[in-house]
């Protein structure tokens, strides 16, 4: 039982829940009712859907599996009470894990292509699997680069869905109608919000385990500019955020989406003006810490609110 409970720890379980919510609700709330409103043909293969989000599951499991496996002495110094791999579950064990759930979500990729008639999954969850090895190995201890990979690898959890969707239908009818950008726009609106958020997140977690990574060679920002320059890097996205966030809002209000906005309103953009201001005076490290789990929940409200195009379109 106390091997259960440390594997679903390792593979950070709530993480992957929230993965698996992102890709339904982007794929039941903002495509089927877009598709519903302009016409008959939809991609619905619910095998196809649940392949899609087992295998982003299962490729994020090994992600956390091997980044894990790599900062067995970073994690002793930065948080030596949550480590799993070589306290609880051997390094041979957790590369195993690695390895078959990689090749499990990159063979699901590869069915879910060969149902639909085209190869976008299967691909793209090769080089994920490839990208989040190279990160742990090497990408996360460099200034940046790392932080940059797994917003983008975060991004892509709602691009894949937007896209697969997106060119299933183009495949199957050789059009490419209005609604087919407008479903473009969105998911590229909540591509760049999970790449922002996630990239801000990185570099708070950057400065919170600073100490650790400084003592083992690691080139991260705060260590490499100061955690005062990361602090300016960190607030200067957040106002990007969050003022791309309000011009949004007053876009959909023209709309009458006043839910909508006062949602937004409240529930993100308010906190993301709070964790701006907490940030400019956090010192320690349980300042950062809280500021990390902040902003988690900020992404969790962003990608909520989903929920509303379901009301409105």
Aim: glycine share 4%.
């Amino acid at each position: 039982m106390k091997l259960i409970a440390a594997f679903f720890k390792l593979i950070r379980w709530p993480n992957l829940v929230f993965i698996a919510i992102t890709q339904l609700l982007f794929y039941y709330c903002i495509i089927i009712p877009l598709f519903q409103r302009e016409t008959p043909v939809v991609f619905a293969d619910k095998k196809i859907l649940l392949l899609i989000i087992l295998s982003s599951v299962l490729i994020a499991a090994a992600g956390y599996i091997i980044n894990d496996y790599f900062d067995i002495n970073i994690d002793l110094v930065n948080k030596p009470q949550q480590n799993v791999v070589d306290r609880i579950m051997s390094r041979r064990w957790a590369m195993f894990w690695h390895m078959f759930l990689s090749m499990t979500g990159i063979v699901m990729g590869f069915y879910a292509d060969y149902i639909s008639g085209h190869f976008l999954l299967g691909i793209s969850n090769v080089v994920c699997v490839v990208l989040l090895f190279v990160y742990s190995l090497t990408f996360k201890r460099k200034m940046l680069v790392g932080n940059i990979i797994i917003s983008v690898l975060t991004a892509w959890v709602v691009m894949v869905m937007g896209l697969f969707v997106m060119l299933d239908f183009i495949l199957k009818t050789g059009e490419s109608p209005a609604f087919i950008s407008r479903i473009m726009r969105l998911t590229v609106l909540y591509t760049a919000f999970a790449f922002i958020i996630s990239l801000i997140r990185e570099v708070v977690k950057d400065i919170e385990d600073i100490e650790g990574d400084r003592r083992y060679g690691c080139r991260t920002m705060p260590i490499v500019w100061g955690v005062n320059a990361a602090k300016v890097f960190t607030a200067v996205w957040l106002i990007v955020l969050t003022v791309s966030l309000v011009a949004v809002q007053v876009y959909v209000l023209l709309f009458g989406w006043w839910w909508s906005a006062v949602y937004v309103l409240l529930l993100i953009v308010l906190p993301l003006v709070w964790i701006l201001k907490k940030l400019r005076y956090a010192q320690s490290t349980a300042e950062f810490q809280y500021l990390s789990s902040l902003i988690k929940l900020v992404m969790l409200t962003g990608i909520c609110s989903m929920v509303f195009f379901k009301l409105y379109l």
